[in-house]
C-alpha cells in the first residue's frame, strides 16, 4: 500500500521547508533510513530520511520549491501500483500528475472556461533544472540584496560552490549551491532586493532553455491573488470662479525721498524724530528723509530698516543651489529602523541617571595592565560588571510575553557595536563566568568581526542585558532604545574630570554618567535603582568583581 511522506517539521519555529535537493529519484528503490532529500529549514539545511521502504513514485515538491509543513511531499509504494486516488482526492491534495492531468473530461457545460482557470496551468520545468530561491538567512529576514555574485552565468557550478554574497537584515553572508550544473539565468542583478522565496537563479544542464521558466515562475506569497484594485474616478475641474479684484486700502502717498546727508552736510529732521531716533540708537545720517526738502520725520523713523541704506553691507546673494542625494536603504538599516521602532511604540520606556567616581576604576584599569600580554578597557570593566549585577537582579534579566515574564538564569550581553551601515549587537554568552581579559579578547573579536560583515546569526541572538558605550566618542550623556526582547540597556558616557566634593573639600575627581533604560512592564523605579546600586559598588571597587 503506498504511504504518503509529507513536508516534516525539522525544528520547533519550522513553518514551511523548501527541497534544496532530491536524493532519490522517481522509480528509485527506497530503503529505511536512506536519505530522500535535504530540505532547508528556517534554521539550516538538514537532510530527510525515509522510514519507509518501498519505490519513490511520486514527487510532489520540485528541488526549489517551497511548501508547508504537513503537506505532500512524496509518494512511497510498490513499484507499479496506482496512486491516482491520493493524487486526486484525500486530505493532502498536491500538484497533479502528466496522468491525472491527461485524463478526458467530462460532459462539458454550456460554460466557456473561465481565464481565471487557465491561469493555474503550471510551467513545466525542464529535467535537470533547479529554480534557486532567494534563502532564508535569518529567523528575522524577509527579503534579501544581492551584494555581489561570485559565479556568473555560464559558470559551472558544484554543490558547496558559493554563488553568491546575499545581505539580510542582520549580515551579509555566503550562500552555497546546493545543486551541481551550469548557472543558466540570474534573476537579481547585484544590488537588487527581493522577498524570501522569490527568483534568485536558475541552475541546470549547460544549453537548457530557461527563458519561459524564468518568465512565469512565481513565488507562493506572489501567487495569492489580489484584491481587485478600484481606480478612483478623476475629478472633475471645476470651472473657474471669477476671481474679484483685490480690495486696495488707500495709502497716503509718501513725498518722494531724498538721498541720506553727505558727511558734514547738515542733517534736516523734525525734533520728533530727532528723539525718536536717539530713543532707538539710530544715527540719522544712514537716514533718507521723506519730508518736504529731505527733512526726516517720525514716518522715516518708524520705517528705517537698519542696512538698506546706502554704503551699508548688502544683502547677501546665494549663489548656491539647494542639492541633495538619495541612498537606499540597505536591508540592516531596514531591520534597525523596524525592530527600535517597535520597541519603542511597544515597550513602555522609562529612564534612570547615575553619575559614579572612577578614581579607583581608573587605578585598578592601570595595574591591571601592567600585568605582561594583559589589556582590558573600561567598557569591558562594565560588560562583567553588569553580568554580576544582573545575577542578583534576575528581574533586569528578563524578558516580556503576553501571558508570563521569564527571568533568564543565564546572562549574555549584547555589546552594541557601530559599523558603516549602521548598528549590530553581538553577544557574549555567559558573561558572569569569564574573566575580564577574556570578555576583552570576545569583546574585540566579535567587534572585528561586525566591521567586516562576517558575524552569523547565533553570534548576533541570545542576548539578556544590552550595554551601549558611546564614552570614546565624547559623549557624557545619552539614552538608548531597548533591544527587545531585553527588559533593560545601559547607556555608558564618557569619563569626564570634574571638581568633586570629598571629605568636606573640593577636589579633582573623575566621574563616568550612566543611564540605564527600563520596560517598565518588567522592570519596576526599584528594582531598577537596585540594580544601578549594586553596579555601583562593582565599578566604584572594582576588585571585588575579581573575589
Same mark, same amino acid.
Given at each position: 500500500m503506498a504511504i504518503v511522506v509529507n513536508m516534516p517539521r525539522l525544528s520547533d519555529t519550522m513553518e514551511e521547508g523548501t527541497v534544496a535537493s532530491w536524493l532519490k529519484k522517481v522509480g528509485d528503490k527506497v530503503e529505511e533510513g536512506d536519505i530522500l532529500a535535504e530540505i532547508e529549514t528556517d534554521k539550516a539545511t538538514m537532510e530527510f530520511e525515509s522510514f519507509n521502504e518501498g519505490t519513490l513514485l511520486y514527487i510532489g515538491v520540485q528541488e526549489g520549491e517551497t511548501t508547508k509543513v504537513d503537506e505532500l511531499l512524496a509518494i512511497i509504494g510498490e513499484e507499479g501500483e496506482d496512486i491516482s486516488a491520493l493524487l486526486n482526492g484525500g486530505d493532502t491534495p498536491a500538484e497533479e500528475s502528466k496522468e491525472a492531468v491527461a485524463e478526458?473530461?467530462?460532459?462539458?457545460?454550456?460554460?466557456?472556461?473561465?481565464?481565471?482557470?487557465?491561469?493555474?496551468?503550471?510551467?513545466?520545468?525542464?529535467?535537470?533544472?533547479?529554480?534557486?530561491?532567494?534563502?532564508?538567512?535569518?529567523?528575522?529576514?524577509?527579503? $534579501?540584496?544581492?551584494?555581489? /555574485?561570485?559565479?556568473?552565468?555560464?559558470?559551472?557550478?558544484?554543490?558547496? @560552490?558559493?554563488?553568491?554574497?546575499?545581505?539580510?537584515?542582520?549580515?551579509?553572508?555566503?550562500?552555497?549551491?546546493?545543486?551541481?550544473?551550469?548557472?543558466?539565468?540570474?534573476?537579481?542583478?547585484?544590488?537588487?532586493?527581493?522577498?524570501?522565496?522569490?527568483?534568485?537563479?536558475?541552475?541546470?544542464?549547460?544549453?537548457? @532553455?530557461?527563458?519561459?521558466?524564468?518568465?512565469?515562475?512565481?513565488?507562493?506569497?506572489?501567487?495569492?491573488?489580489?484584491?481587485?484594485?478600484?481606480?478612483?474616478?478623476?475629478?472633475?475641474?471645476?470651472?473657474?470662479?471669477?476671481?474679484?479684484?483685490?480690495?486696495?486700502?488707500?495709502?497716503?502717498?509718501?513725498?518722494?525721498?531724498?538721498?541720506?546727508?553727505?558727511? %558734514?552736510?547738515?542733517?534736516?529732521?523734525?525734533?520728533?524724530?530727532?528723539?525718536?531716533?536717539?530713543?532707538? $540708537?539710530?544715527?540719522?545720517?544712514?537716514?533718507?528723509?521723506? %519730508?518736504?526738502? $529731505?527733512?526726516?520725520?517720525?514716518?522715516?523713523?518708524?520705517? =528705517?530698516?537698519?542696512?538698506?541704506?546706502?554704503?551699508?553691507?548688502?544683502? !547677501?546673494?546665494?549663489?548656491?543651489?539647494?542639492?541633495?542625494?538619495?541612498?537606499?536603504?540597505?536591508?540592516?538599516?531596514?531591520?534597525?529602523?523596524?525592530?527600535?521602532?517597535?520597541?519603542? =511604540?511597544?515597550?513602555?520606556?522609562? !529612564?534612570?541617571?547615575?553619575?559614579?567616581?572612577?578614581?579607583?576604576?581608573?587605578?585598578?584599569?592601570?595595574?591591571? *595592565?601592567?600585568?605582561?600580554?594583559?589589556?582590558?578597557?573600561?567598557?569591558?570593566?562594565?560588560?562583567?560588571?553588569?553580568?554580576?549585577?544582573?545575577?542578583?537582579?534576575?528581574?533586569?534579566?528578563?524578558? /516580556?510575553? @503576553?501571558?508570563?515574564?521569564?527571568? *533568564?538564569?543565564?546572562?549574555?550581553? $549584547?555589546?552594541?557595536?557601530a559599523v558603516p551601515d549602521g548598528l549590530v549587537v553581538p553577544v557574549v554568552r555567559f558573561a558572569n563566568e569569564q574573566s575580564l581579559p577574556q570578555i576583552g579578547a570576545e569583546v574585540k573579536e566579535l567587534a572585528g568581526k561586525a566591521r567586516n560583515k562576517k558575524l552569523t546569526p547565533d553570534e548576533m541572538s541570545g542576548s539578556t542585558f544590552t550595554v551601549s558605550n558611546l564614552g570614546m566618542f565624547g559623549i557624557d550623556y545619552f539614552t538608548s532604545i531597548i533591544n527587545q526582547p531585553n527588559s533593560a540597556i545601559l547607556s555608558v558616557g564618557a569619563i569626564v574630570q570634574k571638581p568633586v566634593v570629598k571629605e568636606g573639600q573640593i577636589v579633582v575627581g573623575n566621574t563616568m554618567k550612566l543611564t540605564l533604560a527600563c520596560d517598565h512592564r518588567t522592570v519596576d523605579g526599584a528594582t531598577g535603582a537596585q540594580f544601578l546600586q549594586t553596579l555601583k559598588g562593582y565599578i566604584e571597587n572594582p576588585v571585588t568583581m575579581l573575589v
Open positions: 478526458p473530461a467530462k460532459a462539458e457545460t454550456s460554460e466557456p472556461v473561465t481565464e481565471e482557470k487557465q491561469e493555474t496551468t503550471t510551467v513545466n520545468i525542464p529535467e535537470g533544472v533547479v529554480v534557486v530561491t532567494m534563502p532564508r538567512l535569518s529567523d528575522t529576514m524577509e527579503e $534579501g540584496t544581492v551584494a555581489l /555574485w561570485i559565479k556568473k552565468v555560464g559558470d559551472t557550478v558544484e554543490e558547496g @560552490d558559493i554563488l553568491a554574497e546575499i545581505e539580510t537584515d542582520k549580515a551579509t553572508m555566503e550562500f552555497e549551491s546546493f545543486q551541481s550544473g551550469t548557472l543558466l539565468y540570474i534573476g537579481l542583478q547585484e544590488g537588487e532586493s527581493a522577498k524570501v522565496d522569490e527568483l534568485l537563479a536558475i541552475i541546470g544542464p549547460a544549453g537548457t @532553455d530557461v527563458s519561459d521558466v524564468a518568465k512565469n515562475f512565481k513565488s507562493v506569497a506572489s501567487t495569492e491573488a489580489e484584491a481587485p484594485k478600484v481606480e478612483a474616478p478623476k475629478p472633475v475641474a471645476a470651472a473657474p470662479k471669477a476671481e474679484e479684484a483685490p480690495k486696495v486700502e488707500a495709502k497716503k502717498e509718501a513725498p518722494k525721498p531724498k538721498k541720506p546727508a553727505k558727511p %558734514g552736510e547738515r542733517i534736516l529732521a523734525s525734533p520728533l524724530a530727532k528723539k525718536m531716533a536717539e530713543e532707538r $540708537g539710530i544715527n540719522l545720517a544712514h537716514i533718507t528723509g521723506t %519730508g518736504e526738502n $529731505g527733512r526726516i520725520v517720525k514716518f522715516d523713523i518708524e520705517n =528705517f530698516v537698519p542696512g538698506s541704506s546706502a554704503g551699508a553691507v548688502g544683502k !547677501y546673494v546665494p549663489t548656491g543651489q539647494e542639492d541633495y542625494e538619495d541612498v537606499p536603504n540597505s536591508q540592516m538599516r531596514k531591520a534597525i529602523a523596524k525592530s527600535l521602532t517597535k520597541s519603542k =511604540f511597544s515597550a513602555p520606556h522609562y !529612564y534612570l541617571a547615575v553619575e559614579f567616581d572612577m578614581d579607583n576604576a581608573i587605578a585598578f584599569r592601570k595595574q591591571f *595592565n601592567s600585568i605582561p600580554d594583559t589589556k582590558i578597557s573600561f567598557n569591558d570593566m562594565v560588560v562583567k560588571a553588569c553580568a554580576l549585577a544582573l545575577k542578583e537582579h534576575p528581574q533586569v534579566n528578563s524578558q /516580556w510575553f @503576553d501571558d508570563k515574564m521569564r527571568l *533568564n538564569n543565564h546572562v549574555h550581553i $549584547g555589546v552594541a557595536v
